[in-house]
Nanobody
Framework: QVQLVESGGGLVQAGGSLRLSCVAS????????MGWYRQAPGKQRELVAG???????NYADSVKGRFTISRDNAKKTVYLEMNSLKPEDTAVYYC???????????????WGQGTQVTVSS
């Protein structure tokens, strides 16, 4: 299994910025996609942003122009730069990775433990 360790969550005022980081470890052959979901209380988990190893990205419409995903393949790390934060961005943010372990043939989904982002008015 892959291990995903997140950092960077916290409390910020509306209009402020945060940068989330997630580092993957394990006997990983490759990580095809790495990115972030979020879930607010009482709401469904939603995809925020994802990035392939080749640099292709996708974003939720609600965060386009405000959030930027980046990835350091050598460090097995994905980042989420969050700018112009709004109270509706408040949620637990989960890192994910679609990966292959050495000796395996099927892509698996790994999840981080989640990090709380709270945006105050």
């Amino acid at each position: 299994q892959v291990q995903l360790v997140e950092s960077g969550g916290g409390l910020v005022q509306a209009g402020g910025s945060l940068r989330l980081s997630c580092v993957a470890s394990g006997s990983i052959l490759s990580i095809n996609v790495m990115g972030w979901y979020r879930q607010a209380p009482g709401k469904q988990r939603e995809l925020v942003a994802g990035m392939t190893s080749g640099g292709s990205t996708n974003y939720a419409d609600s965060v386009k122009g405000r959030f930027t995903i980046s990835r350091d393949n050598a460090k097995k790390t994905v980042y989420l730069e969050m700018n112009s934060l709004k109270p509706e961005d408040t949620a637990v943010y989960y890192c994910y990775a679609d990966y292959l372990l050495r000796g395996n043939y099927v892509v698996s989904r790994g999840w981080g433990q989640g990090t709380q982002v709270t945006v105050s008015s």
